[in-house]
């Protein structure tokens, strides 16, 4: 009589396995200066640029990639605040420009002699005139190996996380952040903040009807 039974296959390996999935953590404050710090002190004038404009505008990578110089400056000039159309929502945002960063832009763009209708933060590869959302994802992982942590458990949205987190701990307040990031729905805000129940509560028992 013939055997029927059927081969048992090999369980198949989910999706996930190895990866690190959800939410990518923000940086901490000092985590930010340390790499601040030894971009300056290793003369990098291009990440110092790059790191400074992204934990303080906020932008998504794919937005933060495409800027123009005119975008950001008129001229030499660089502005105190700035306005995006973001690649996702297609709403503008505005965002800060800091003194810290308007001096790291102003030493980039005058470094690399770049006039309004070039791409802020141009490519150095063939085929690519602005610096792509993976080359900018790249050096954020070679940030975060500077602070001696897991280059895989960041991301850019680690970045624009990061102000917006020190701003909604601050403040408690979900509509401001919501406004800076650029957010139509405060249910985004609240889920992108990874806002704790305990959080939600504390808010709650604050205020009075």
């Known amino acids: 009589m013939a055997d029927t039974t059927a081969p048992m296959t090999a369980p198949r390996s989910p999706w996930n396995k190895g990866r690190l999935i959800g ?122 190996g500077l602070l001696g942590g897991d280059p895989q458990a960041y991301g850019s949205h680690s970045l624009r996380r990061t102000k917006a987190t020190l701003i909604y701990r601050k403040t408690k307040n979900l509509r401001v952040v919501q406004l800076l990031l650029g957010h139509t729905k405060i249910e985004s805000t609240i889920r992108y903040l990874g806002i704790e129940v305990d959080d939600a509560l504390e808010m709650a028992e604050r205020t009075e009807c």
Not at 35 to 41: D, E, G, N, S
Not at 61 to 81: F, P, Q, T
Not at 104 to 128: N, V
Not at 137 to 142: E, H, L, N, S
């Open 23 to 144: 939410q990518k953590p923000p940086l901490k404050l000092r985590e930010v200066w340390t790499v601040r710090t030894r971009l300056q002190m290793a003369g990098n004038t291009r990440e110092i640029a790059l790191f400074t404009l992204a934990i303080d505008s906020k932008l998504r990578g794919c937005d933060l990639v495409r800027l123009m110089v005119r975008d950001v400056a008129h001229g030499s000039h660089v502005l105190v605040r700035a306005t995006v159309v973001q690649q996702k929502t297609k709403q503008p945002v505005r965002f800060e420009v800091t003194d810290q960063i308007r001096e790291a832009l102003t030493a980039w763009i005058a470094k690399e002699k770049l006039s309004a209708g070039d791409y802020l933060f141009p490519s150095r590869q063939r085929g690519s005139p602005h610096l792509s959302t993976r080359q900018h994802a790249r050096i954020v992982k070679r940030w975060i």
